[in-house]
Every structure is written in C-alpha cells, then in structure tokens.
C-alpha cells in the first residue's frame, strides 16, 4: 500500500492490540530484537527516541537478556530549550528510565545542548547527527494533536531541509523547542510510532485519512495501538 493511501485495519504497518500493556509489551520487544540483532552484527547500534509516556512505558519493558546495551547510542529527537539539570527535560526523563530498567550500563544518551546560544545548539546537535549515515530506528510517540517529536501539523519544521530545527512557537510550554527534522527521523532503517488511549482516537483518525500529518510524513514502518485509541 502507498503511504499516500489510507490506512485500513487490515494494514501490516498496524499493529493493534486490546490493552494499553500490550502495546508497550510489542514495541519493547520489538527494540530489543532490533538492538540485539545489530550490536550481534556491527557491535553499535544508533537510534532515535522521544520522550512521553508511551515511550518511557515501552522502555520500562525493555528486556535486558544478553545484550551488550553499553554499545546502544540513544539520540533525543527533540528536547525543551531548559537548563540541563531542569526536570522537564527529555533526556532526563529517558536516562531514568534506562537505567531503572537495565542498569547503569543502558549506553549513551545524547541530546541538544541548551546551555549555549540556541542557534548554535541547533548546529551543533545536527553535526552529530550526520556522523550518522543510518539511524537502526526511531521511535517516536504521538501526541493529542498529532505532533511527532516537536513537529506539529502544518508547521513550517516539517518541510525544513535542515537536519535540525529551533522552534519557538510550541502550544505546550516551555514554548522553545530544539527537533529533529523529518528528513533526519526519516533517516532510520525501523520507523516507529507508539500510542495509546482513547484521548488519541481524533488524532489517528487524521492520519489514517491525511497523508500530510506528521505521522503520515514520517512513513512509518510500524504503528503501534491499542483499540481504545484505534476506535
């Protein structure tokens, strides 16, 4: 099926499940077959996460087994313009999870600085990222509104062709934004989106019927739900 198609019940990019539970359970184990399946094949594996809460769920269901996850290098798709030891950042709340669930040794978080001038964060955080040639997948959720990381529906960032943009107009405060671009997300081998709740069903309703929403942009190999938000 063309991503310029709907999307049907019956599509294989959908993965829907009764509970809530079960979609953080699928989209755990889903990353770790596709971390322990490339540290076993090239030692690192680069990947791409957002924060929220359908993301830190899946992370706490992460199953250690033996994997090397000291080799994992986590990347930030976005984080809010705050002082670094501030709570509302993104790589914080990743970083608790991580090591709540595997330890100390869950491997390298990177994010956007925000304690230089934002412009030059915004260069400097896209200059790490294009050491990367291919991302092993990005997982992102999904907002009430249909934002993926910082990008919001119609907003200028989603055609950027900078790999990394400054927003400053975010609804939610704090309103400054550092984001990958949808070129940079696109850029991953295993693109993934995970949400739950019947607080979402407006929101996947509109990318199932617009293929210009930013779920829809970012092409996504795999949709993870649960009925009450697929409803």
Known sequence: MSFE????????????????????????????????????????????????????????CLLPRSIKWQNVNWFLADERCVAIDDPQRNDLQIRRVLQQTLGDEYGTVHSPRTDIDLEEAVKEYATRINQITMFDFCVLGMGDDGHIA????????????????????????????????MSALRNSKNRIVVTAGANKK??????????????????PTTIVLDHAASQ
């Open 150 to 181: 910082s990008l919001l529906p119609d907003h200028w960032a989603l055609d950027s062709s900078d790999k990394c943009c400054l927003v400053n107009d975010s609804p939610n405060p704090p309103s400054q934004r550092i984001t990958l671009s």
């Open 5 to 60: 198609e709907n999307f049907s019940e019956t599509d294989s990019r959908l993965k829907l499940f009764a509970v809530e539970q079960q979609v953080f359970q699928f989209t755990a184990e889903l990353l770790t077959l596709i971390i322990k399946t490339t540290i076993d094949s090239q030692q690192n594996c680069n990947v791409i996460v957002a924060a929220g809460r359908s993301i830190t769920k899946s992370l706490e």
């Open 202 to 219: 407006q929101a996947v309703r509109n990318f199932r019927n617009n293929s210009r929403t930013p779920v829809r942009i970012f092409e």
